[in-house]
């Protein structure tokens, strides 16, 4: 049959939750801070988005076309 486990024991896991809890939470929030502090650390000029540049030697097809041929 099934245990029934008595208040004093269901209050101990309680409490032993409530504690783990605390100590998540606050390890969370040190590596937060530690992870904004080594975000603020960072060269800007390092961190950016792809950006696709624009090559300058872009040709239309009919340019192509009469480069290709040696007209042009």
């Known amino acids: 049959m099934n245990k029934k486990k008595s208040l ?3 209050e101990k896991e ?5 504690e783990d809890k605390e100590k998540s939470e606050l390890f969370l929030e040190i ?3 530690k992870f904004s502090e080594e975000l ?3 060269n800007k000029e390092q ?4 950006v696709h540049l624009e090559n300058k ?3 239309t ?3 192509r076309i009469l480069r290709t041929l040696g007209i042009n």
């Open 31 to 33: 590596n937060k801070k």
């Open 8 to 10: 004093s024991e269901i």
């Open 57 to 59: 030697n872009t040709f």
């Open 40 to 42: 603020i650390m960072l």
């Open 61 to 63: 097809v009919w340019q």
């Open 47 to 50: 961190i950016k988005n792809t």
């Open 14 to 18: 309680l409490e032993k939750l409530k």
